[in-house]
């Protein structure tokens, strides 16, 4: 008996391996599959901006990755007792304006060097609404808890999330013509846009992305979405806000990927390296019995001998951790 609709899902043409640089942007969906990528020790810089929802900041982070663009003091403003910048998320904010400036051009200084060499750039977007200060009618990536009345909000038209995203494509492929584009739609639901606007929202971005799929061979799509809202399509599989998918919808969306986009050659791979951090993630009460240092031991022959046979894995995390 079939309980669920099913969904053919084609293999990427290039699957992702163990030897690509990985560039993941976009929404807080972005840092579920960032997050256990990077479980696995694939080489992956997520969100050098922070979390950016809209595909205006997500186009622009990019092209500042591809301009090198180095923040100055002008960039950033005072509020709330700290130091922002309207193209970041608060993760970059700071007391102090030189610390605040000081994390954003660190991170965009390896965002530009990861746009140059990363074989898959990956972009999660969340909503198709944009917010615009009033006062100058720059878009901006986060409100920093400013006040409402500083901001317009629109949802933009389909053709200027293209128009947008399209510029930002063709100038990647100006500084690396081997990078290939993967678009996902976060299944997250923006509902304090309301249902319905949520649901226009998402279709403006699906709409969006499938035809910039059509327009350039090396950008791709992932139907991160529809595995969860089409595909299990239960409140179950929804944290209690209702909002944000659980742990179990995000590991169902994970092995989806992996079976699309993970090069099959990488999987036994991925298990041992699997099994090196579950070790790692191991809780004793009694550290210093001879059980616990055979138990590290153990383990720190299994990660240098990785680490031998595959050179590229980055294990001194492991190794260090192993040591007795």
């Not at 001998?305 to 007795?324: C, G, R």
Request: one cysteine or more; glycine letters at 2%.
């Amino acid at each position: 008996m079939q309980l669920s609709l099913t969904l053919d899902i084609p293999p990427l043409p290039a699957p992702i391996s163990y030897t690509h640089q990985l560039l993941l942007i976009g929404s807080c969906f972005t840092e579920h599959i960032a997050d256990r990528l990077q479980h696995h020790k694939f080489h992956v810089l997520q969100n050098p901006h922070g979390i950016l929802f809209n595909p205006l900041s997500v186009a622009s982070s990019l092209n500042s990755y591809v301009a090198a663009k180095q923040y100055t003091e002008a960039d950033l403003f005072y509020l709330n007792e700290l130091w922002n910048s309207w193209d970041h998320h608060t993760r970059f904010s700071h007391t102090q304006q030189s610390q605040a400036l000081a994390a954003i051009n660190q991170s965009q200084q390896s965002a530009a060097a990861a746009v140059r060499s990363a074989q898959w750039i990956m972009i999660t977007l969340g909503s198709a609404f944009q917010y615009y200060l009033t006062s100058t009618g720059l878009p901006v990536a986060n409100n920093h808890r400013a006040p409402a009345q500083w901001f317009e909000k629109r949802m933009l038209p389909i053709s200027d999330i293209i128009a947008a995203l399209s510029t930002s494509i063709n100038n990647i492929a100006s500084v690396n013509p081997q990078a290939n584009i993967l678009f996902t739609i976060s299944p997250v639901r923006h509902i304090r846009d309301g249902v319905v606007d949520n649901n226009r929202s998402k279709a403006r971005l699906l709409e969006a992305v499938h035809e910039l799929c059509s327009m350039h061979p090396h950008v791709h799509y992932f139907p991160a979405y529809e595995l969860i809202i089409d595909i299990l399509r239960d409140y179950r599989y929804y944290d209690i806000d209702f909002v944000h998918p659980n742990y179990m919808a995000t590991s169902f969306v994970w092995e989806h990927f992996v079976k699309a986009c993970i090069n099959p050659d990488d999987y036994n791979l991925m298990a041992k390296v699997n099994d090196l951090m579950i070790a790692k993630g191991h809780k004793t009460r009694f550290p210093d019995t001879m059980a616990h240092q055979k138990f590290k031991e153990s383990y720190l022959a299994k990660t240098l001998s990785l680490q031998a046979q595959y050179p590229h894995l980055q294990l001194s995390d492991l190794a260090h951790y192993f040591q007795p």
